[in-house]
């Protein structure tokens, strides 16, 4: 992974004493509210319901043990004991008292981590695929370009001020497991017909209360134009991104209005000015010298041979289950992919405690490298796991809650912290995730269902990504009273879409029937248990499922229809 050098470390101290200082003069009055917001801010410190909360950077999803050691530390010491892990491969601490932060972030500086642009109107983490160097359907690693465009949008001057939140995504696979098609900007790195190493620009995506799916802008663009490309792209949204109205200002409102044929006119203009300057230029040098802090581990050459793995899924059914759902095949033969589930019964989805941190560090250091991965999913990913290690690996995880066997299954949802936590939600998430976890807690019952993305936001403005859930909930404010709207058919993966509203939303007590019916329908509909929840509600559509979720409006149209 990649490790700070002189200057970035430099820069990351100089910006927790710069911090420090802020945070000072407010505590003391001599910066008001008003004038403390901006500089909080773009350290990844937000005001919630109850309390301070404090947004931490995770590039492209990638922690070492030391800073899972220190995550862990955060927690116990200045927190409640606990983390939670977002959609943006970020962590995040709900209780941490305002004058301590600048410890916090002092802390994090010590293992190379920080709280910058995690918040904020700029370029926010860089995100990339959990699986980035270990998938088999990998095109290159992505993680060395995700690097440098973080080194590059870090600081940069021309965008520390833009008109909204800006998130780049990036994706080096045929199937797509980093959401890239609902972000500000899409990285698709992919091969020309000449065999050409380049990228594929997709702009315009995200979600919030006008969800978007992004439009590709160019089809092949050279490697080393990237950053030229993105400036150029940044420069139409700076220059004529709407900052008189906080809901119009994303990149997607400002591509709607003028239309895709304009804006890749006016990107392709900018671009025309950009294009060569050697500052913006990807050279080869830097590339490889951004590679070689990914090179592959060094595995094991006869870790194929072991035959312990499969005495081990013959023997135990509990582990078969494990393995089943939570378990894939890595790119190296002999190791494999350990997904840890942050979905357990009775827990917030995403939250991992204290003491799990340390133990998990403990599983890193001694099967997987050193390395773990967050997933936008809001699960881990021990990503290097020697496949005579996997069998200890699971029964530690099932020690400590952590090995839940319903990785893509209905439980295994995403869900924002909702009005437990934000300021801006209207209703709660944590409380609907739990009753649908209690009422679909049987394990025989989730594998018949099968794979089921349900995802869950407080508010409109979707950080639970509920837009692109094959099921999506979406918390709504009633006359006081916390209610649900529904969609059906949304995804954020190749297959990309927006999911379609139900009808009237539901009230508290009524949602997870309403998710009840839902499944029971698919099963009805479904030609066969190979053909998913998305597949049959394409082919079915959304009448079925309308009919028994508003039975009297059916009985009412039959009515008349008679």
Known sequence: MYRYDEYDQRLVDERVAQFRDQTQRHLAGKLTADEFRPLRLRNGLYIQRFAPMLRISIPYGLLSTRQVCKLAHIARTYDKGYGHFTTRQNIQFNWPALERVPDILAELASVQMHAIQTSGNCIRNITADHLAGVARDELVDPRPYCELTRQWATFHPEFSWLPRKFKIAFSATANDRAATMIHDIGVYIVRNAQ?????????????????????????????????????????????????????????KILVKDVGQVKFTELVEAEWAQLRGDPRLT????????????????????????????????????????????????????????????????GVAPGDCTAGQMDALAELMERHSFGEIRVAHDQNLVLADVPQKDVYAVWQRLRELGLATPNIGLLTDLICCPGLDFCSLANAGSIGVAQDIMDRFGDLDYLYDVGDIKIKMSGCMNGCGHHSVGHIGILGVDKHGEEWYQVTLGGSSEEDASLGDRTGPSFDRERIVDAVDTIIKVYLEQRAGVDETFLQTYRRVGMKPFKERLYPEKTAQREAVEA
């Open 282 to 345: 990807l050279r080869r040098e830097d590339l490889e010298r951004m590679k070689a802090h990914f090179t592959p581990h060094a595995y094991d050459a006869g870790a194929a041979r072991d035959t312990s793995f499969a005495k081990a899924l013959a023997g135990d059914s509990a582990f078969a289950a494990f393995v089943k759902r939570n378990v894939k095949d890595h790119r190296v033969p002999g190791h494999k992919i350990v997904w840890v589930s942050l979905k357990a019964p």
């Open 195 to 251: 065999g050409e190493l380049g990228y594929s620009i997709h702009v315009g995506g995200g979600l919030g209360r006008t969800p978007i799916l992004a439009y590709q802008i160019r089809e092949f663009l050279p490697e080393a134009d990237l950053f030229s490309y993105l400036e150029a792209v940044l420069r139409v949204y700076n220059r004529l991104g709407r900052r008189d109205n906080i809901h119009k200002a994303r990149i």
